[in-house]
């Protein structure tokens, strides 16, 4: 069974860092890109990033471009963001997923001061 | 980017009523290996997106044959054959045929 579990959601001050993980199990984790997706309050669904099954290319929105960093370490199954200059409107469950195939649970980043 | 439009906003249906969410985009989903990467996604109150639907009309593992997807280049529909109580929630149409990949607004379902 698939299964992904998001950590390192948050309080975090307007401008500050924050780090997601997301460990995955149930398949062969370096044989899939991944990507995170995130949820506003009440809204809907924006793609945030994604990263190839060998880490060697990464892709971004221009919303959080420049400022955000997805990662993996495929010997710990595990994907990683990095968000950085972190701003109120990046306020949202932070999905870990396989495509839109599979998703984890969410993970809760609140930007506020 | 490409804009998916998600129509209606909102649905409201009795249990064993059949309804239809279309999904129109902006550029063809067609992507340059001959498939065409839309994709439908139902989110149930309280709980992460499911897939229902993946590339146009391929079921989901698990996902009840009451649901069908149809479509092509830009316009797509999903259909789902008498409504049960678990169908309620948002459905959502995603394409990750372009960068950035992209979602529809959303349709609430909910019980009449």
């Known amino acids: 069974e698939v299964q992904l579990v998001e950590s390192g959601g948050g309080l975090v001050q307007p401008g500050r860092s924050l780090k997601l993980s997301c460990v995955a199990s149930?398949?062969?984790?370096?044989?899939?890109?991944m990507t995170w997706i995130r949820q506003a309050p009440g809204k809907g669904l924006e793609w945030v990033a994604s990263?190839?099954?060998?880490?060697?290319?990464?892709y971004y929105p221009d919303s959080v471009k420049g400022r955000f960093t997805i990662s993996r370490d495929n010997a710990k199954s595990t994907l990683y963001l990095q968000m950085n200059s972190l701003r109120s409107e990046d306020t949202a469950t932070y999905y870990c997923?396989?495509?839109?195939?599979?998703w984890g649970q969410g993970v809760m980043v609140t930007v506020s001061s | 980017d490409v804009v998916m439009t998600q129509t209606p906003p909102s649905l409201s249906v009795a249990i064993g009523q059949s309804v239809s969410i279309s999904c129109k985009s902006s550029?063809?989903?067609?992507?340059?290996?001959?498939?065409?990467?839309l994709h439908w996604l139902l989110q149930s109150p309280g709980r992460s997106p499911k897939r229902l639907i993946y590339?146009?009309?391929n079921l989901g593992s698990g996902v009840p044959d009451r649901f069908s997807g149809t479509g092509s280049q830009k316009d797509f529909t999903l259909k789902i054959s008498r409504v049960e109580a678990e169908d309620l929630g948002v459905y959502y149409c995603?394409?990750?045929?372009?960068?950035?990949?992209?979602f529809g607004a959303g349709t609430k379902l909910e019980l009449k």
């Open positions: 550029q063809s989903l067609v992507y340059s290996d001959g498939k065409t990467y």
């Open positions: 990263i190839t099954n060998t880490g060697g290319s990464t």
């Open positions: 590339q146009v009309s």
């Open positions: 149930g398949f062969t984790f370096n044989n899939y890109w």
């Open positions: 997923t396989r495509g839109v195939a599979y």
């Open positions: 995603a394409q990750t045929t372009h960068f950035p990949y992209t």
